[in-house]
């Protein structure tokens, strides 16, 4: 089992950024595809971006290319999102996914996919 804490949300202004994290127990960190998904007031929970086991392979919503980034630390169990040029339509609940997964390449991009969800970080775009 993992379990998954975010953290970096917060109340920012239109253009601004922000790095959310996402810390990762256990030490097989490396074994798990990893993804960030959000969920604004009223709307259904959507995909962001995912990252394979191996780090090399991301992808991203269209509406997020460009602006956002996925990334991941082995050695700190940990996988980040770099929010840039953050839009009032970017507020939601952002929320970290894992899946114990064999090929180190994959990207899953559909919430059912995932199994481990940590618990969200608040972000609040002001215009």
């Known amino acids: 089992q993992v379990q998954l804490v975010e953290s970096g949300g917060g109340l920012v202004q239109a253009g601004d950024s922000l790095r959310l994290s996402c810390a990762a127990s256990g030490r097989t960190f490396s074994s798990y595809a990893m993804g960030w998904f959000r969920q604004a007031p009223g709307k259904e929970r959507e995909f962001v971006a995912a990252i394979s086991r191996s780090g090399r392979s991301t992808y991203y919503a269209d509406s997020m290319k460009g602006r956002f980034t996925i990334s991941r630390d082995i050695r700190k169990n940990t996988v980040y999102l770099q929010l840039n040029s953050l839009k009032p339509e970017d507020t939601a609940v952002y929320y970290c996914?894992?899946?114990?997964?064999?090929?180190?390449?994959?990207?899953?991009?559909?919430?059912?996919?995932?199994?481990?969800w940590g618990q969200g970080t608040q972000v609040t775009v002001s215009s």
């Open positions: 996914a894992a899946r114990l997964f064999a090929d180190t390449s994959v990207v899953l991009t559909r919430d059912s996919e995932y199994n481990y």
